[in-house]
């Protein structure tokens, strides 16, 4: 791999103070995908993360997964339950009339991968299903306080996350102020609001208010630019003024970075050298090819 361009410019990039600043966390579905899976842990390591997070980690053994997170020192910041047939377009099952003991099994499935990465948050999809219609609503509120209960047991947060109909149409959860009434519905301290950035501009628009009035809500923040779901730039939304709002906010929660590389995952760091922790070292492409 060649260097990134801001690593020749930056060798020891500028860092802010760790007392002021977001906490990232890879997303090892969509970045480092030049390596095999379990080398993605490393690789985002050695680029300065200190958290992961992937969609799903079932294609591996729990032991495996748990094997690569503490040999990379990572902390796993978040991953789904079971989504049903991802393969076959299937985008979860909660919300999903007669599904309910095919997710339920998919609860306890995801409760051997947390014990073995220590995950404090789970992301629930509700999968592709019309949001008026009356047997999926009660399916997905009766799904909510299952999973809720059963990971509370544990410790552990579910999280409801709005999607946007342009990347998943037909998607149960497609908005954020529904989202916010299923989590104060639920009455459960630990179901909290998945907050991805890029959704809510892309539903909504105006992130930093809606972020600042759904934030007691929220238990984890993802990112991603506006246009073609790769690194976040100046085109949108204005992630410097929404990192700044996170920490006046007092956030101490990850921001995963669900985004697409647009020109390789190293390359496309430059945004990320200001941020990176001073435990981690910069990545150096050698070391890394």
């Known amino acids: 791999m060649t260097a990134p361009p801001h690593q020749a410019s930056l060798p020891f990039p500028i860092l802010r103070s760790e007392a002021d600043m977001p906490r990232f966390a890879a997303n090892l579905s969509m970045m480092f995908t030049e390596w095999d899976f379990l080398d993605r842990f490393k690789a985002a390591s050695d680029a300065g993360f200190d958290a992961v997070e992937f969609l799903?980690?079932?294609?591996?053994?729990?032991?495996?997964?748990?094997?690569?997170?503490?040999?990379?020192?990572?902390?796993?910041?978040?991953?789904?339950?079971?989504?049903g047939d991802f393969g076959k377009g299937e985008r979860g099952i909660a919300a999903i009339p007669g599904r309910e003991d095919e997710f339920r099994k998919g609860v306890e499935t995801a409760l051997t991968y947390a014990h073995e990465t220590g995950v404090k948050r789970l992301h629930m999809m509700a999968g592709l299903v019309d949001a008026n219609?009356?047997?999926?609503?009660?399916?997905y509120r009766d799904a909510i306080a299952y999973a809720a209960d059963a990971l509370g047991a544990h410790g552990i947060d579910l999280l409801l996350e709005p999607i946007n109909g342009k990347d998943m149409p037909g998607y149960f959860l497609n908005d954020f102020d529904k989202a916010a009434a299923c989590v104060r519905e639920a009455g459960r301290p630990n179901v909290k609001l998945q907050f991805d950035m890029y959704h809510c501009e892309l539903i909504h628009g105006?992130?930093?208010?809606?972020?600042?009035?759904?934030?007691?809500?929220?238990?984890?923040?993802?990112i991603a630019r506006a246009d073609g779901r790769h690194e976040p730039d100046a085109s949108g939304p204005d992630y410097p003024a929404l990192f700044g709002e996170l920490d006046r906010l007092g956030y101490e929660g990850f921001v995963?970075?669900?985004?697409?590389p647009q020109a390789g995952t190293l390359e496309g760091l430059g945004w990320f050298s200001e941020y990176r922790r001073n435990d981690r070292r910069p990545a150096d492409p050698l070391d890394l090819a």
């Open 56 to 83: 799903f980690p079932y294609e591996h053994t729990p032991q495996q997964i748990g094997l690569a997170l503490t040999g990379a020192e990572l902390e796993q910041a978040l991953f789904n339950l079971p989504p």
């Open 206 to 222: 105006d992130v930093s208010a809606r972020l600042k009035a759904l934030y007691p809500l929220v238990g984890h923040v993802q």
């Open 133 to 139: 219609d009356a047997a999926a609503q009660t399916t």
């Open 256 to 260: 995963g970075c669900e985004y697409r």
